[in-house]
């Protein structure tokens, strides 16, 4: 899965500061009183653009993603980062977990690629269970807006030192469904470029619905705030962040 996309990925999400987005999503921990080591989950880690950074600041992390070639680079950047992390094969929607952990996250879309109701309760449940009494659960989204009002219609493109992109977006709002339509070139040699195709499909999910199933699965606190801001979401936010706490033991 996404094999020749996971080649090329870090080379186009190289303006991301994922170390800010770690260090985001920590403050965050702190304030629902998650402090200390902490023991994570990364679900749908990709590259580990996420993971990496938060084994860096001390904690001990899981990454777990569909994709093997998105795994072998994350182990490879692990290693040359003299960090011991495990990379596990696994979907979100069937978390398996040895241990509880405090925290379950998944960053930069992940929920988005679950493209229907029943894979997102199938997170949330999985979610549920690998996390200890007290545990979070937090997960971003592109937003409905985004989806449907800066994406669908739209074409993007760019080009990079050794690969370029052209991205088409077409959208079925019955469905909720954007389908990504991605064309890369990609050269080897300076001189000559290769070129495939990669087809991705996002869901447009709904802020209300995703509060409902959090709660309906158990979690207590379910919440969503506007990514950048951290204040309620309003109609042009494009990234929403959830979370939700497993209770505490009686």
């Known amino acids: 899965m ?18 800010a987005w770690a260090k985001k ?17 990364d679900a749908a880690c990709g590259t580990g653009s996420i993971t990496i950074p938060l084994a860096r600041m001390g904690h001990a ?25 495990p990379f596990v094969r696994q979907s979100m ?15 930069c879309d992940g929920v988005n690629y679950l493209t229907s109701g ?32 800066i994406l669908w219609g739209n074409t993007f493109g760019e080009v990079a030192e050794k690969a370029a992109y052209i991205w ?3 959208y079925d709002p019955e469905k909720r469904l954007l ?27 709904d802020e209300k619905e995703l509060l409902s199933m959090l709660s309906d699965c158990g979690f207590e606190g379910a919440a969503a705030v506007d990514f950048e801001t951290g204040q309620t979401p309003g109609k042009t936010s494009e990234r929403l962040l959830f979370t939700g706490r497993k209770p505490l033991e009686n």
């Open 179 to 205: 389908e990504m339509d991605l064309t890369f070139f990609v050269s080897h040699d300076g001189r000559t470029y290769e070129r495939f195709s990669e087809r991705h499909l996002q869901r447009a999910h």
């Open 168 to 170: 088409k977006n077409a």
């Open 93 to 107: 929607t069937a978390l398996k977990v040895h241990r509880k952990v405090d925290v379950v996250n998944a960053s």
């Open 25 to 41: 999503l920590l403050a965050l921990f702190e304030r629902q009183g998650l402090s200390g080591k902490l023991h994570i989950l």
């Open 2 to 19: 996404y094999q020749r996309f996971a080649e090329i990925y870090d080379l186009f999400m190289a303006d991301v500061d994922y170390a």
């Open 118 to 149: 029943k894979e997102v309760l199938s997170f949330f449940r999985s979610a549920f269970d690998a996390l200890r009494p007290g545990g979070l659960l937090c997960f971003d989204v592109s937003s409905r807006h985004k989806l449907e009002n």
């Open 61 to 85: 992390v899981i990454g777990v993603d569909l994709s093997e070639s998105m795994l072998d680079i994350a182990a490879q950047k692990a290693r040359a980062a003299g960090l011991r992390i």
